[in-house]
């Protein structure tokens, strides 16, 4: 067997104790191929409390630190997982580059595109792998969409509608979230939905949108978060708080392969919630049960098939996971699972580590390298740069940061260029 690769998990908090659980779950198996040998975070007692979580779950505890600098001193490191906020990713990623170390990055890439190029830049420099943890494309019912559209199963793609509507004026999870400094909601968790238009369809090419910030004012009513992971900071949190980040945004998008979709992330929506994604084609429709809940797809074709069993492999036989994706959801081809999200969780981000620390072994590319998450930032700053321009952009206007009228106070703020 091959030696482990050495890794070190950089940004203790709430997603950080997410990732050890994806660790945990990897180390399980027998595709194990990493170690966490070291934590680091600011904030001390989030380094030790995870190392100590470390120790209950792996069995051995790795070593805290402070400063990565002196981490990368001290301890024998391959790489570094760095599961920090978002709008310290231009930072923080870019500072593991340069110390030498392959990088896992939590999504979005960035906060701006000039942050992404920073990251882009960092990894080119120093020569080592950037990859970065876009979860939702590694469901494996998100797996069987893509095959079932790639094998034809709906005739040519034609369009897609992606659409989640709910939060009122509850904080999701965390303040900085609801900040257009820090990373906006719709930026962070939007990011997975473009990754996911693009992953179905390919490349965007141009999209028109609208942006708005519904609610001003922001209430603490939950602090868990996904999995529970992130109580232990609620208490820290006010009742209540001003935002300023965009809460929705509303899409059109046109694909390069000439198929076209409707997004809707709306994150102020009251009353009825609702979530839906349904992808047209020239024979058929397929309609998504969404990310990380395992329940079937269903197909509809204008014969009449009308089907969301198992019968539904027969139309993608392209459709099959990867060994150690197997191994943890129960067979090479599954048309549905049943885990709770806790478990689901984990599960796929077992499969970011193990795809990271093969990437380290072996030099190949993973999956979701810097310029397939930089694209998926531009696909979501598409529509904040559509609504100041006040006119449909291109995917490359904005990755090319030709239009960044939404971004240019960001990257004044963070240093990224000069103030005007």
């Known amino acids: 067997m091959a030696e482990r690769v050495r890794l070190a998990i950089v940004g203790c908090g709430g997603m950080g104790r997410r990732h050890l659980t994806g660790f945990t779950e990897l180390a399980r198996t027998d595709f194990r191929n990493a170690d966490l040998v070291a934590v680091c975070d600011l904030n001390r007692q989030n380094a030790e409390d995870l190392a100590e979580e470390a120790l209950e779950h792996l069995g051995t505890r790795p070593q805290v630190f402070t400063d990565a600098a002196q981490m990368v ?73 893509k095959a079932l559209i790639d094998d034809g199963a709906i005739g040519d793609p034609q369009f897609i509608l992606e659409a989640g509507i709910g939060g009122r004026d509850s904080m999701i999870i965390t303040p900085w979230r609801h900040q257009k400094m820090t990373g906006t909601i719709t930026l962070d968790a939007g990011v997975h939905n473009a990754d996911i238009l693009q992953y179905y369809f390919g490349d965007a090419e141009s999209a028109f949108g609208q942006t708005r910030l519904y609610e001003k004012t922001r209430y603490k009513r939950s602090t868990a978060g996904p999995g529970g992971f992130y109580e232990k900071w609620g ?44 992808v047209y084609g020239t024979r058929g429709s397929l309609v998504s049960p969404g990310d990380r809940n395992g329940r079937p797809v269903r197909l509809i074709l204008d014969d009449g098939t009308d089907i969301m069993d198992q019968r539904i492999l027969d139309y993608a036989p392209s459709y099959r996971l990867s060994p150690v994706a197997a191994r943890l959801f129960g067979g090479d081809r599954p048309w549905t699972y049943h885990y709770d999200f806790p478990v689901t969780d984990r599960k796929i981000l077992a499969l970011e580590y193990h795809e990271f620390a093969e990437c380290i072994r072996t030099g190949a590319q993973p999956e979701v390298n810097g310029a397939v998450a930089r694209r998926d930032v531009a696909l979501v700053y598409a529509l904040f740069e559509s609504q100041v321009a006040g006119r449909p952009v291109t995917i490359e206007e904005v990755e090319t940061s030709a239009v960044d009228g939404y971004q240019r106070e960001i990257d004044e703020k963070l240093g990224l260029i000069a103030t005007t």
């Open 73 to 145: 001193r001290e301890v024998e490191l391959d790489g570094a997982d760095c599961p920090t906020d978002t709008g310290s990713h231009h930072t923080a990623a870019t500072l593991l580059l340069d110390l030498g170390l392959h990088t896992m990055c939590e999504k979005p890439l960035a906060i701006t595109i000039r942050g992404c190029n920073a990251i882009i830049e960092a990894a080119a420099r120093s020569g080592k792998i950037l990859s970065v943890a876009e979860n939702f494309r590694r469901d494996p019912i998100n797996r069987l969409m």
């Open 235 to 278: 208490k820290d949190f006010p009742d209540s708080f001003a935002a300023t980040g965009e809460d929705a945004i509303f899409g059109m998008i046109n694909f390069a392969n000439g198929a076209h979709a409707h997004w809707i992330d709306h994150h102020a929506g009251h009353g009825l919630p609702f979530q839906h994604r349904t």
